[in-house]
C-alpha cells in the first residue's frame, strides 16, 4: 500500500502513529488475525541516542523481532555509568544482566523494522497519512480525517501518534505537564585517530541539570544537555553549549576524547514529562508517548511504548470478542505503570543532593506537587 491511496473506507481498528507503540499494536493485532490500518504522517525524527535497555529483551522475543536486531547495525550497549549523587561515575555493566546487552539505536532502522514486521504479519500501513481532525459518530466508532478530503471510519482508534496526542485532545481529554525539560542535543563526530570505547551510556549531573552521552551507530556520539526550558537560555547557542560542556567534567572529557567538534549547531528538542488525564474509553486508547511521556533518565520510553501496544492489542481483541471494558482495564493498568514510574523518577532523583538549593534540583525533590500535576 504505497501513500493512503488504498485506504479502506472503513476499518474495526485504525492506529494513528507508526512509532514503536503503534507498530506493536499493529503487529500484535494482525498476529492475532485482526484487519488493521496503521497511519503515520511520516515525519523525519532527529536521532536523540536513544538506548534499549537489557529488560526490552522479552518484549521484542514476543514481537518475534530479537533475533532480527543483530542483524540491523544497532551498536550492543554493554552498561551505563552515572556521575550522579557524587562526582565520580559508578557503573553498571550489563555483563551479569541476566538479558544480556541492551542497545544503542539506530532509530528509523528500529522503527523501520517494526513496520516492516507489522506489514508481512498482514496489518494494511499508510507510511505518509497524517490525521489532522476526528469526530465520534453517532453510530458508534470515529471518523478520521487526512488531507485531500480523505477519511476513515474506525469502530476502534488506538493514539499513538506520540506526546501530541492529537487524537485525545480532540475527545477534549486535557495533558498535563509534569515539568519543563527540554533537551539540547548535540552530536560529536567521531575522530579517525580516536580510541575505541565502550559502547555505553554515560549520565552526568550539574547543577542546572544533567548530561547524557551516547554513541549512534553511524560514529557519532549523541551528547545531550537536559534541563528545563526556563533554564535553557542560550543553550542551543554553540558557544552557550560547549560552556556548558565544559562544566560537566566526565562528558566533557568523553567527548574530546571521542572527536573534535560539534557535527553541526545543537537541536533543541521537546522532553517534558506529563500525561493525558485520562487514557481512553471503552473505544479509544492512548498508548506509548500519547498516553504519557517519561524523563528520558528512565530509558524506557520505547520498552513502555512497546509493550502498551502489545496490551493495547490484547485490549482490542477482547473488545472485539465483545467484552465492553477492555480497553478501560487497559487504561486501568496504564495509570498503575504511570504512579509506579512516578515514585521511581522520584527515588532517582533522590539520589542527587549535592545541589538542594539549585531551581532544577529543587523542583524534582518537590514530588508532592509534581504528583498534583500529574
Ligand atoms: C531526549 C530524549 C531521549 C530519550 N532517550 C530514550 C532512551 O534512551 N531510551 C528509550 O527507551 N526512550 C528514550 N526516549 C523516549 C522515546 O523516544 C519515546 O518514549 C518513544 O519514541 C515513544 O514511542 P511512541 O511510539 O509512543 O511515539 P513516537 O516514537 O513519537 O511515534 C509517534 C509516531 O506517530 C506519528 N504521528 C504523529 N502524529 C500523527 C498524526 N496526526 N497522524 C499520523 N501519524 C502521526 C509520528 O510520525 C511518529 O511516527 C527519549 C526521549 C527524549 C525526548
Redesign the pocket.
Known amino acids: 500500500m504505497r501513500g493512503d491511496a488504498a485506504l479502506p473506507r472503513t476499518a474495526d481498528v485504525v492506529i494513528?502513529?507508526?512509532?514503536?507503540?503503534?507498530s506493536a499494536a499493529a503487529l500484535t493485532l494482525a498476529r492475532a488475525g485482526v484487519a488493521v490500518v496503521l497511519?503515520?504522517?511520516?515525519?523525519p525524527?532527529l536521532a536523540?541516542?536513544?538506548?534499549?535497555p537489557p529488560a526490552s529483551k522479552p518484549a521484542l522475543q514476543a514481537l518475534g523481532l530479537w533475533s532480527a536486531m543483530a542483524g540491523e547495525g544497532h551498536l550492543p550497549s554493554v552498561g551505563s555509568w552515572s556521575a550522579w549523587g557524587g562526582a565520580e561515575p559508578w557503573g553498571r555493566d550489563f555483563l551479569f544482566n541476566r538479558f544480556g546487552h541492551g542497545w544503542h539505536l539506530d532509530r528509523r532502522r528500529f522503527?523501520a523494522l517494526l513496520r516492516a514486521a507489522a506489514r508481512a504479519a498482514g496489518a494494511r500501513i499508510a507510511p505518509s497519512?497524517?490525521?489532522?481532525a476526528s469526530d465520534a459518530l453517532t453510530a458508534g466508532g470515529f471518523r478520521l480525517r487526512l488531507s485531500a478530503g480523505r477519511q476513515i471510519d474506525a469502530r476502534i482508534v488506538l493514539d499513538?501518534?506520540?506526546?501530541?496526542a492529537?487524537f485525545a485532545r480532540q475527545r477534549g481529554v486535557r495533558r498535563h505537564a509534569v515539568d519543563r525539560m527540554v533537551?539540547l542535543?548535540g552530536y560529536v563526530a567521531r575522530r579517525a585517530d580516536a580510541e575505541a570505547e565502550p559502547a555505553a551510556t554515560l549520565v552526568e549531573a550539574v547543577p542546572d541539570g544533567w548530561w547524557y552521552s551516547a554513541p549512534l551507530p553511524q560514529d557519532r556520539l549523541a551528547t545531550?544537555f537536559?534541563t528545563d526550558a526556563d533554564l535553557a537560555n542560550g543553550g542551543a547557542r554553540m558557544t552557550s553549549w560547549f560552556n556548558r560542556l565544559a562544566a560537566a567534567e566526565h562528558t566533557a572529557a568523553r567527548a574530546l576524547r571521542y572527536g573534535a567538534g560539534l557535527a553541526g549547531p545543537p537541536s533543541v528538542?521537546?522532553?517534558v514529562s506529563g500525561r493525558l488525564e485520562r487514557f481512553g474509553d471503552a473505544a479509544w486508547l492512548a498508548?506509548?508517548?500519547?498516553a504519557a511521556?517519561?524523563d528520558?533518565l528512565s530509558?524506557?520510553?520505547?520498552?513502555?511504548?512497546i509493550e502498551s501496544g502489545i496490551d493495547a492489542a490484547a485490549a482490542v481483541v477482547r473488545t472485539l470478542d465483545g467484552e465492553r471494558d477492555a480497553l478501560l482495564a487497559a487504561a486501568d493498568r496504564r495509570e498503575a505503570a504511570w504512579r509506579s514510574y512516578l515514585d521511581q523518577c522520584a527515588s532517582n532523583y533522590a539520589l542527587e543532593q549535592r545541589w538542594p538549593e539549585a531551581p532544577f534540583w529543587q523542583r524534582r525533590t518537590r514530588q508532592d506537587e509534581r504528583r498534583s500535576v500529574a
Open positions: 494513528i502513529g507508526g512509532g514503536p507503540a503503534g497511519l503515520d504522517a511520516g515525519r525524527r536523540v541516542g536513544e538506548t534499549l522503527d497519512a497524517a490525521v489532522f499513538a501518534g506520540g506526546r501530541h492529537n533537551a542535543v545531550v537536559m528538542v521537546p522532553a498508548l506509548g508517548d500519547a511521556t517519561q528520558p530509558s524506557e520510553g520505547i520498552l513502555v511504548a
